[in-house]
């Protein structure tokens, strides 16, 4: 095994040199990561979430590459005007990762679930990625295309016990996600 580091350069590629993104949830975990790894592939990233200090930092830590909105991707006005500031500070938008999402309380049976987290969870998990998904398509389709990539789960393919709102809602997404492209797909080739 050898101790020499290994070469970033190698595995990366040259397809976000120049792009523009936008990252919800992007202050934390798979987000930030998403991040990070768009930064270093070349891409000027606005980094969208309700943690403000994890969002500041990681946003400074990458200097001019990135900028941090915080957004509250709960409120249908704040996901939109989250592409219009992406579009304002960075002159377009080539990729849109609806990353953000909630699982909610956890219960022992669904009998126990008084479902009063749902609306909250449906809002984030779903609402929120067809807003974002819609405002950021209305700007693809008329400056060039892009991509839209919406985060689900496991949980929204398997069914099990306990977080049932939010297999619920990852399993929309999945559909959505499916619907959308295909009725995208006929709205920009046409």
Known sequence: MSNRPRCESAYMSSE???????VTGGATGIGRATVEHFVREGARVVIADVNRD???ALADSLAAAAV?????ISDIDQVRALVE????TFGGLDVLVNNA???????ASFLDDDLEAFDKIFAINLRAVMVGTQAAAKYMAGNGGGSIINTSSIGGIMAGRGVITYRASKAAVIHFTKSAAIDLASTVSA
């Open 16 to 22: 976000l040199t120049g792009k523009i993104a936008v």
């Open 54 to 56: 994890e969002g500041t």
């Open 68 to 72: 941090f909105r915080e957004t509250d």
């Open 85 to 88: 500031f992406a579009v304002q």
């Open 101 to 107: 999402g909630i699982s909610g309380p956890i219960h």
